[in-house]
């Protein structure tokens, strides 16, 4: 069993977007399922919605899982294993308040030293504990020896029990921390391997070392992406709008396109156009770049036009308000000077929209549109053109620009006769 566990905390980012492909790739790959965990435990962070948003992004994108579970239905189970870790003694209660904790902190700060939990609560005697009416969270013992495994993508690690250190599993209100959480999930679930970014690579050996207290022996998996940079070099956040899913989208890229990107992002593939199924074909994890790869959205565009080439011309029609083959084929030919289908419409819109015509052509453009609206039906560019100056006297640059004008909202652009075969039977709509 695979799983994807976004936090219904934000919008989707691109870095999370990637996490959910490459999970959905590898479960397909080795014919385990896919689950959708929400991480919805820090009730503080979650927002309203964000769940369903999420998902609907993984419909959208084609990400087939098994089923969507979320994370606060096992509360239950996080403190029953809680328990059963103070009973076996490898968790303890501690009273340590915040303010102290906080005083201890600043203190290895002074001191310029990492901060580490100083056992204080480990050393009490049972009759302190038993009669303590002061409020506690409940600590896991620091592991005896270091704690070792091997990620898939960056190669073998090694923690040393100080750097795990006695952290918390339940909070004061008994709520579980993210990494208890995660650790009794990931077993629950039976997960075989975590695809996840490298932001959470040093909470895998706290994992693991809660999962081997509980006496659990499967050895789960792990591969951490790197991370994704921007332009600058920096990661890429909310101050990028394109590290949002929603934004790419709005700003017309496809989802093949966004995907297609993504799989691609540092990473070594046989080819650079392919489709999600495609990729299932070919993709390795151990391939994936060890070093962070940079976002670069003038590539997205080009996958994105590639994408856009590549598709159904009547679907492609849709994205452009209409729902025909033929306008397809006309904003396939808009592709030379556009990549997004935000653009795509924007070229067809002004094809049928209230043309602005300068000036300088205003009076032959009125000739020129009186002529075709009286006009009968070319199948050819070329008969409509000698229909119109053989009716209005208008050859050369008197002719071409203004009528460009008329038929593309336009001065500049692609070949009227490339654009005519598709346009003809909207003739009378564009010149009205
Ligand atoms: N909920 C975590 C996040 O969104 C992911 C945790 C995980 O994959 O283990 O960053």
Known sequence: MLRFAPSPTGDMHIGNLRVALFNYIVSRQRDEDLIIRIEDTDKERNI?????????????????????????????????????????????????????????????????????????????????????????????????????????????????????????????????????????????????????????????????????????????????????????????????????????????FLPSAIANYLILLGNKTPKEIFTLDEAVEFFELKNISKSPAKFDIDMLRHINREHLKNMDEKELSRYVGFADGDIGALAKIYLEEASTTKELKEKISKIFGKKDIPDEYKENAEIIKKAIQEAEFFEEFDDLKKYITDKTGLKGKNLFKPLRIILTGSEHGPDLSDIYKYLKNYIQEVVK
């Not at 501690?94 to 939990?117: D, P, S, V």
């Not at 029990?161 to 909070?171: K, T, W």
């Not at 921390?177 to 706290?206: Q, W």
């Not at 992406?225 to 709005?250: C, F, H, T, Y």
């Open 48 to 252: 309203e919605g964000k769940d369903a948003e999420i998902v609907a992004l993984l419909d959208l994108f084609g990400i087939k899982y098994k089923e969507v579970i979320y994370q606060s239905k096992n509360l239950k189970f996080h403190q029953a294993l809680a328990v059963d870790l103070l009973h076996k003694k490898k968790a303890f209660n501690c009273f340590c308040t915040n303010e102290e904790l906080e005083r201890k902190r600043e203190e290895a700060k002074k001191a310029k030293k990492a901060y580490r939990y100083d056992g204080t609560c480990l050393k009490l005697p049972p009759e302190e504990v038993i009669d303590n009416p002061k409020p506690f969270s409940v600590r896991i013992k620091k592991p005896d020896s270091p704690v070792k495994f091997t990620d898939i993508i960056k190669g073998e690690f090694e923690f040393a029990p100080d750097d795990i250190d006695s952290f918390i599993i339940l909070r004061v209100d008994k709520t579980p921390t993210y990494n208890f959480a995660c650790a009794v999930d990931d077993m629950l679930n039976d997960i075989s391997l975590v695809i996840r970014g490298e932001d959470h690579l040093s909470n895998t050996p706290k994992q693991i070392h809660i999962r081997k207290e509980l006496g659990y022996e499967k050895d789960i998996e792990y591969a951490h992406l790197p991370i994704i940079l921007n332009q600058e070099g920096k990661k890429m956040s909310k101050r990028d709008n394109a590290s949002s899913v929603k934004w790419l989208l709005e700003e017309g």
